[in-house]
């Protein structure tokens, strides 16, 4: 029998595979079900990002790649931050980024911040580096984000690291930039305390955007900043991302990433350069598109009774309240007593995929993606629409 290590102890498959795997499922048996349920842009990567990646296999650009990155792609990154590319490392996915950050500087006991609802696998990832995450609930009434009393009072001896993600996922939440200094001001007092800021919705923001490093550049020797292409340029298969921080981090974490990976691709490497170098044209009208999109989603979903949609300022998720239709019973007479129970029942009664708000740390909500058609969209809320109506 196969003995698992205790490292992997209670990390499950993650709830969106889970439900993405169900949907899979019940498509393959017949079933006409839609997934409103991954964060990923239907829009295809844009051609001149695909024809540097033609041309960089054609010039042979198929060798190894530096540990820490294409030199090119480094020096983008590093030009658009304003610091040399030795604050820059390039990895398989922002996944990697985290995950690297995390492996090069936590011991058993150490401490994450995390405010909730948040992308899940921080959850898992700071488990499987031995650390443990410290969740600070983030309710709606709070716009989803933490305030600066509930860091100062998160922050222990053993914390090593704040993170943060705006705009957010699974909530769309955005910080401002007077909200991050605020937390600043927190962090000044605590030297020991490290921010990862991960914006990688950046470019899909509706509100201004403020990074963490501009709101308090006299923190930039503790903050890592993680990016990458998977989401604002339609490159999610690519597994292109990068942290920005100082070169001591960099170091810790090429360390790690060259026993592990070695460099990242060396085709999507050299498509994630024409993406950070390129026209900028398909940002601005996805965006465009994506802001359409969540006007359409948040009136469909609002006009649901028992469902409360708040209006997100980036990202392209929404996170409505499902409290208003729990202890509701189904045609079969079950009782929808948690988040997860009305998912269930949404994609039983009604084969619609959406993901419960517990696998983001936040129960009595869930997080629809709209990231997809438009006709998937009108679809999907009228799926939830009819789940909703089958309640007693
Ligand atoms: N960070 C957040 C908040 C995300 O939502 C995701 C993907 O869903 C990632 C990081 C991972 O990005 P990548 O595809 O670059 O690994």
New binding site residues.
């Given amino acids: 029998m196969l003995r698992k290590s205790s490292r992997i102890d209670g990390m499950a498959l993650s709830e969106i595979v889970a439900i993405s795997e169900a949907a899979a499922r019940l498509r393959a048996s017949g079933h006409d079900v839609l997934a409103l349920s991954t964060?990923?842009p239907d829009f295809p990567t844009p051609p001149h990002v695909r024809k540097a990646a033609t041309l960089a296999m054609q010039n042979g650009v198929t060798r190894y790649m530096p540990t820490s990155g294409m030199p090119a792609l480094r020096k983008a990154v590093a030009d658009a931050a304003g610091v040399a590319p030795a604050h820059v490392i390039v990895s398989?996915?922002?996944?990697?980024?985290?995950a690297n950050m995390f492996l090069a500087t936590l011991d058993p006991g150490d401490e994450v911040v995390v405010p909730a609802p948040?992308?899940s696998?921080?959850f898992d990832m700071v488990a499987l580096a031995g650390g443990e995450t410290v969740k600070l609930r983030c309710g709606a009434e709070a716009g989803f984000k933490m305030t600066p009393e509930q860091l100062e009072a998160a922050i222990t001896p053993r914390t090593r690291w704040l993170l943060l993600?705006s705009p957010?996922?699974p909530t769309g939440a955005v910080y401002t930039a007077a909200e991050l200094a605020a937390l600043g001001a927190v962090l000044k007092r605590h030297p020991h305390v490290w921010i990862a800021s991960?914006e990688?919705?950046d470019l899909i923001c509706y509100a201004p955007f403020t990074s963490f490093r501009q709101a308090c550049p006299e923190l930039a020797d503790r903050t890592m900043l993680?990016n990458?292409?998977?989401?604002a340029h339609a490159m999610?298969g690519w597994?292109?991302?990068w942290g920005i921080a100082p070169p001591t981090l960099i170091d810790a974490m090429t360390a790690v990433q060259g026993q592990v990976t070695s460099g990242a691709c060396s085709i999507a490497q050299a498509a994630a350069v024409a993406a950070v170098t390129g026209d900028m044209q398909h940002i601005d009208d996805r965006r465009d598109a994506f802001r359409a999109r969540r006007d359409y989603v948040v009136d469909a979903l609002n006009a649901i009774p028992g469902i409360d949609c708040p209006v997100p300022d980036g990202?392209f998720y929404v996170f409505p309240s499902c409290a208003g239709v729990l202890g509701h019973k189904t045609p079969d007479g079950t009782v929808l007593e948690t988040d997860a129970d009305f998912c269930g029942h949404v994609l039983a009664s009604a084969g619609l995929a959406i993901v419960p708000g517990r696998a983001f740390g936040l129960p009595g909500h869930f997080r629809l993606s709209y990231a997809y058609a438009r006709s998937d969209l009108e679809e999907g809320c009228a799926r939830l629409q009819r789940a909703v109506a089958d309640l007693t």
Avoid at 92 to 97: D, E, L, P, S, Y
């Fill in positions: 964060g990923e398989t996915g922002a996944k990697q980024v985290l948040c992308w696998s921080y993600n957010s996922n991960d990688i919705y993680i990458g292409v998977s989401k999610t597994r292109i991302g990202a």
